[in-house]
C-alpha cells in the first residue's frame, strides 16, 4: 500500500530559498507560443527542475495573468523570466552570455534527444509556436536542433509536454 508524502515530508524549498538556490544552466525561451495554460505549465515545469529563466517572446503571453497563474501554481513568482518584443533579441541575450542555442524543433539533421550528450554547459533550449513550431529566424542561427523520437501516428507534442520530455531528460541525475 503507497501512502502520498506530506507537504513537509517532500522537504522543497520555499519561494524565497528557491530564488537563492542553484539552478540548471538553462534558459528556455518560447518563441510565439500562444496559450497562456502552455505558458503556465512551462513556468510550473521549470520551477520543478530548477531551470535559470524563461524568455518570452513576441506575443508569448506573459504573468500577471489569471490563466498563466492557474497552471503555473505560483512558479511565476519562483522562476525568473523576461519578455522581449522580438525573439532575435532574447537569443542574442542568450548567446552574449555565453548560452548554445539548441532548438526543439523537427528538423532535418537534429540530434535525437536519445543522443544529447549534455554536460551541464550553458544551454538555451527554444520551443516554438503550438502550430508553426519555432520560427525560421531562430532555426537560421540556432547551435542545433534537438527532436523528440516519437512512433504515433501524430507528428507533434505539446509545447508544455516537449518542455518537461526535454528539460528531464537533460536535468535527471544532476542535482
Request: glycine fraction near 6%; proline fraction near 3%; charged fraction near 20%.
Amino acid at each position: 500500500m503507497y501512502i502520498k508524502k506530506s507537504i513537509e515530508e517532500l522537504e522543497r524549498p520555499d519561494a524565497d530559498e528557491l530564488k537563492m538556490a542553484k539552478k540548471q544552466p538553462i534558459l528556455v525561451i518560447l518563441d510565439d507560443v500562444r496559450s497562456m495554460h502552455n505558458v503556465g505549465s512551462v513556468f510550473r515545469t521549470c520551477d520543478a527542475f530548477a531551470i535559470q529563466a524563461i524568455y518570452l517572446c513576441g506575443y508569448t503571453p506573459a504573468p500577471p495573468h489569471r490563466d498563466i497563474h492557474k497552471t503555473a501554481l505560483g512558479a511565476t513568482e519562483t522562476v525568473a523570466w523576461e519578455h522581449f518584443a522580438q525573439n532575435t533579441d532574447a537569443i542574442n541575450k542568450a548567446k552574449a552570455a555565453g548560452y548554445k542555442i539548441y532548438a526543439v524543433e523537427q528538423a532535418h539533421n537534429s540530434i535525437g534527444l536519445e543522443q544529447l550528450q549534455w554536460t551541464g554547459e550553458k544551454t538555451a533550449l527554444v520551443f516554438g509556436n503550438e502550430v508553426a513550431g519555432v520560427s525560421d529566424a531562430i532555426l537560421q542561427v540556432a547551435d542545433a536542433c534537438i527532436e523528440i523520437p516519437q512512433w504515433g501516428s501524430k507528428h507533434s507534442l505539446n509545447i508544455s509536454v516537449s518542455a518537461g520530455v526535454v528539460l528531464w531528460e537533460m536535468v535527471r541525475g544532476r542535482k
